[in-house]
């Protein structure tokens, strides 16, 4: 049978399609916040952080810790994931960050790798997969939700996209009307001159590192509830949301978030596909690249940053 | 600002630091055995002390009374430390990001100390050489050689390893060495070199397809793993299952580690109907997520009943997954339920884990119970030894192995002078309990439905094992 003839053949109804589409929803809306939060720290500091995935799962990791072997309150849990990708994101961007400032910009991104290889590492080492170990989180919110047609959307659902929303809202808003925001903005035109216009050039690079290891650390409490609490599994999860920012070039925060969507519901959408199930995974690089080919086929992409 | 920077590196060093005391457990290899110092015990006499038992209950872990569970019955002498010149045994286990199987070879290293701190295999401390790998084919070829060429080990024993039984059957076979492992190339049940004490994906997998279908009375199966090489022999297994009861069977791969375990959960329940049963062959770490998606999204009453290969069978799944599943998930257990049972083997098992497992990160589980199985078994056939303990000797004992007892498994263990292996060959069933696996379902021959298990039998009967 011809290939595309197979395609056609095992295509699922709409109505058994829906349920995947809403399932996608969530993790898109994830994938969304990671994006936005990279896209913020490079257009403030030129640095695309490959590590975001990393402190998303440590973050996660010492959350589970604390619940499970501490009994301490897991939202206060999720608290401290939260602050620690926040804190580890803001040592590495004020040590590293500054060192590295005047460095290409593929030296400073490829330096972020770095940090993801030392934060896997040392999960690895704190947290065994001896004996086939697993580990969970379950939020609460998992325990509430509504009907869509035959399935159960759950709050974290919900949450995961409205969170997404809500970021992408709040950073355009933040970008265009706060001073900070406009600090950040003149900084990604030219770092140099906006230092001899008297922006605190470096309290303002310290507050776009520690804002993406907040966000670092949402995502990776909610990609352990709705993936799984996996070290390696956490850390990788980055990709989809790299591909969303590399379809919206690197710059436009609304285009990271419908791509990150789109990335979402199509790798969701296309797992009762029989014929392409097993390729779902390369749903973030197909679009990635397409959108490079076809709708940027007439401008170019580079880490140097853009102008806005 | 240089100060500032100092500053934060300072806490972001006191912060690894405190991280450091946060997580469960260290790694484990066994570094007692990792040494690689040569040594030349390959010619170890048993003789020589003159206190050899014979291979029935030698270790006093099989014999009745309740002072067996004591880890002093570990040898024949409790208390006194065996000071002969050491029996080197081998042993190749996989070690990396995702999967590791070093709760193997540690439970080994744990029942040898246990046996080394009460006077060993006739005098002789047992040493165990732990090789770890990364999936390499090179290094595991490497690793043999070590092993055998500076190591100078008698035996191998222990193997827990994705590949191993694949890539060095040729070479033991060369070397007249019959490996005993739990291993899950095909190569360890189909050799002649190889026997395991588990049953392996494949066979697991069968067991977890006909309880669904014997038992529950599922209509359809779907059977889902991961999209590796070498799917297609496991599935075999259960494919043969289905269709001997006429029953239709869907199978399918997911790419792993997955990364949207609800699309997963729902295709799986979509593709099994409300007649159907989901089995699940995959470790914990894949098998988890996709439960609690299910669960997540309401679908876990959608399905007649969820199965699950050996790996599930852990109270942590159990736990992790609550009341919801009590039986409604039923995993295949190649081994007896430690929680469940308190035999005078399964208290030693624990005993020899309190005192000397403090390596072994996950416990009780089926991990070390193999692991606590191919040392107690390596050690009665050590025990029938006469003479000096050569690679020939040895291996002669462990290939003479004949119905060895232990209440971890459903029959006696046998090794024998077959074409294959499949010496662990009925099983029980356990389900989740309150955060807790039960037994489900008592012993159960796997069925002769798998051309592979009654090619086994066929081949037992034939050389008189039971």
Same mark, same amino acid.
């Given at each position: ?30 994938y =969304?916040?990671?994006g ?18 990393? &402190? ?113 809202? @709040?950073?355009?808003? @933040? ?25 605190? &050039?470096?309290?303002?690079? =310290? ?30 999860l980055v990709i989809s949301s790299l591909a969303a920012a590399l379809i ?11 791509a990150a969507?789109v990335i979402g519901?199509v790798d ?12 779902r995974d390369m749903t973030p690089f197909v679009l990635a690249a ?19 | ?78 208390? !006194? ?178 990364n ?153 263990? !046998? ?52």
């Amino acid at each position: 049978v011809h290939p595309l003839i197979h395609l056609a053949l095992s295509l699922p109804s709409w109505q058994d399609e829906q349920p995947f589409l809403v399932t996608g929803l969530a993790l898109g809306g994830v994938y =969304a916040l990671s994006g936005v939060g990279m896209i913020v720290l490079f257009r403030t500091t030129g640095v695309l952080n490959l590590s975001f995935g990393a &402190v998303g799962a440590f973050g996660a990791l010492i959350a589970w810790q604390l619940i499970n072997h501490s009994g301490m309150n897991q939202w206060l849990a999720y608290l401290v994931c939260v602050l620690f990708g926040g804190v580890i994101t803001l040592a590495y961007g004020m040590v590293f960050g500054r060192a590295l400032a005047d460095r290409d910009p593929l030296v400073k991104t490829t330096a972020t790798l770095g940090l993801t290889l030392v934060l896997l590492g040392v999960m690895d080492l704190l947290w065994t997969s001896n004996g086939g170990m697993s580990r969970s989180i379950t939020l609460p919110t998992d325990n509430h939700g509504f009907l869509v047609g035959q399935i159960q959307v759950t709050t974290t659902d919900v949450i995961a996209l409205v969170v997404g929303i809500v970021i992408t809202v @709040f950073t355009t808003l @933040f970008l265009r009307y706060s001073k900070l925001g406009t600090a950040m903005r003149a900084m990604a035109n030219d770092r140099e001159i906006t230092a001899t216009l008297g922006v605190p &050039v470096r309290r303002v690079e =310290a507050s776009a590192w520690f804002g993406c290891g907040i966000v670092a650390g949402i995502s990776g409490i909610l990609l352990a509830d709705l993936v799984a609490l996996d070290a390696t599994t956490l850390t990788f999860l980055v990709i989809s949301s790299l591909a969303a920012a590399l379809i919206a070039r690197l710059s436009s925060i609304w285009v990271t978030f419908v791509a990150a969507i789109v990335i979402g519901v199509v790798d969701a959408g296309v797992t009762p596909i029989t014929s392409l199930t097993n390729y779902r995974d390369m749903t973030p690089f197909v679009l990635a690249a397409i959108a490079l080919l076809f709708l940027n086929r007439k401008r170019t992409l580079s880490l140097e940053r853009q102008r806005f | 600002m240089p100060r500032m920077r100092i500053g934060l590196a300072l806490v972001a060093a006191v912060a690894l630091l405190a991280l450091a005391g946060c997580g469960s457990g260290s790694s484990s290899s066994s570094s007692a055995a990792g040494g690689g110092t040569t040594s030349s015990a390959a010619t170890t006499s048993a003789a020589s002390t003159g206190t050899g038992t014979s291979a029935s209950g030698s270790t006093g872990t099989t014999a009745s009374g309740g002072t067996t569970a004591a880890v002093s019955s570990c040898g024949p002498k409790p208390g !006194t430390k065996a000071t002969g010149s050491p029996i080197n045994i081998g042993t190749i286990d996989t070690h990396q990001p995702g999967t590791d199987f070093t709760d193997g070879p540690n439970m080994i290293q744990a029942y040898f100390n246990c046996v080394n701190d009460n006077g060993g295999v006739n005098g002789h401390p047992l040493k165990l050489f732990v090789q770890l790998d990364q999936t390499q084919p090179a290094q595991i070829t490497a690793a043999a050689h070590k092993l055998i060429q500076s190591d100078h080990v008698v035996a191998i024993d222990g193997v827990f390893d994705l590949l191993e039984c694949t890539l060095d059957q040729s070479y033991w076979k060369q070397l007249g060495i019959f490996e005993m492992d739990a291993g899950i190339a095909p190569e360890c049940w189909s050799t002649p070199n190889s026997a395991a004490v588990n049953m392996g994906p494949r066979y697991s997998s069968d067991g977890a397809v006909q309880y669904a279908l014997d038992v529950v009375g599922a209509k359809k199966i779907v059977f889902v793993q991961s999209n590796v090489p070498g799917t297609g022999y496991i599935a075999a297994g259960p494919s043969a299952v289905a269709k001997s009861k006429g029953v239709p069977i869907t199978e399918l791969t997911e790419n792993v580690p997955i990364n949207d375990p609800n699309s997963v959960a729902l295709n799986l329940v979509n593709a099994a109907g409300p007649n159907g049963s989901v089995v699940l062959n995959f470790t914990p770490p894949q098998a988890l997520p996709i439960l609690q998606a299910a669960q997540k999204l309401g679908l876990e009453d959608r399905v007649k009943s969820w199965g699950c290969s050996t790996p599930c069978d852990t109270d942590f799944v159990a736990k992790a997954l609550g009341p919801k599943w009590n039986k409604k998930l039923f995993v295949n257990a190649e081994a007896v339920d430690a929680d469940d049972h308190n035999g005078p083997e399964i208290q030693n098992y624990k005993a020899i884990l309190a005192k000397y497992g403090q390596n072994v990160a996950g416990g009780i589980g089926s991990f070390s119970q193999f692991g606590y199985l191919l040392s107690k078994f390596l050690v009665q056939a050590l025990n029938t030894v006469k003479g000096p303990y050569t690679i020939k000797s040895v291996n002669t004992a462990i290939e003479g192995i004949k119905d060895y007892k232990s209440e971890q498994l459903c029959q006696p263990w !046998t090794y024998g002078k077959l074409a294959l292996h499949i010496p662990n060959n009925s099983d029980y069933t356990v389900t989740p309990q309150d955060g807790k696996m039960v037994t489900a379902q008592g012993c159960t021959p796997i069925s002769a439905a798998d051309p592979q298990i009654a090619q086994y039998r066929s081949a037992a009967k034939a050389a008189g094992i039971s």
